[in-house]
T-cell receptor, first 111, second 113 residues
Framework: QQPVQSPQAVILREGEDAVINCSSS?????VHWYRQKHGEAPVFLMI?????EQKGHEKISASFNEKKQQSSLYLTASQLSYSGTYFC????????????FGAGTTVTVRA | DSGVTQTPKHLITATGQRVTLRCSPR?????VYWYQQSLDQGLQFLIQ???????AKGNILERFSAQQFPDLHSELNLSSLELGDSALYFC????????????FGSGTQLSVL
């Protein structure tokens, strides 16, 4: 089952912060985050495991609320290079292996 | 460069035709995933293979089939093509099963006219 992402799009100025949310109605084993720039392939950002720690990437960090089956991606002090579409991917508990992605959140960072 | 190779990069064909998309995973990766990306559908999971065996299936149409060969490369076969099959098809690979970082290829843009 596809996770639900919000918001669909966000526009930021350099240096501003943003939060992207990802939720599922199913019990999750892990949440993945990827970023895709226009015309390019998605690129891995991080994985958050059930019972695991929050893992960060430069000024991009994320959290995983296992009770609510929700994850949030935090873009801190955004840079122009953060522009792109962010996808969360979820692996459901007991289903395994199948990584389903949300519809994506388009982030535009302006100077 | 992710190390995942997809060919061809672009494919233009007509309705009713059959095409084959090819993917070579990163060296050492045993898992291959296929995704379809349309403008209004995001990344749709199609199917996953691990070391030659099918391990997970998503919303893959019966007209579509895939396989992973002994050398670990994979092919996605699309038949009886319809206009709605036009999309960007990504292949991704990972070392093993589950909780793995995926490396995506640059995709095959399929246009069905």
């Amino acid at each position: 089952q596809q996770p639900v992402q919000s918001p669909q799009a966000v526009i930021l100025r350099e240096g501003e912060d943003a939060v992207i949310n990802c939720s599922s109605s199913k019990a999750l084993y892990s949440v993945h985050w990827y970023r895709q720039k226009h015309g390019e392939a998605p690129v891995f950002l991080m994985i958050l495991l059930k019972g695991g720690e929050q893992k960060g990437h430069e000024k991009i960090s994320a959290s995983f609320n296992e009770k609510k089956q929700q994850s949030s991606l935090y873009l801190t002090a955004s840079q122009l290079s953060y522009s792109g579409t962010y996808f969360c991917g979820t692996e459901e508990q007991f289903v395994g292996y199948k990584l389903s992605f949300g519809a994506g959140t388009t982030v535009t960072v302006r100077a | 460069d992710s190390g995942v190779t997809q060919t061809p990069k672009h494919l233009i064909t007509a309705t009713g035709q059959r095409v084959t998309l090819r993917c070579s995973p990163r060296s050492g990766d045993l898992s291959v995933y296929w995704y379809q990306q349309s403008l209004d559908q995001g990344l749709q999971f199609l199917i996953q293979y691990y070391n030659g065996e099918e391990r997970a299936k998503g919303n893959i149409l019966e007209r579509f089939s895939a396989q992973q060969f002994p050398d670990l490369h994979s092919e996605l076969n699309l038949s009886s093509l319809e206009l709605g099959d036009s999309a960007l098809y990504f292949c991704a690979s990972s070392l093993g099963l589950g909780n793995e970082k995926l490396f995506f290829g640059s995709g095959t843009q399929l246009s069905v006219l």
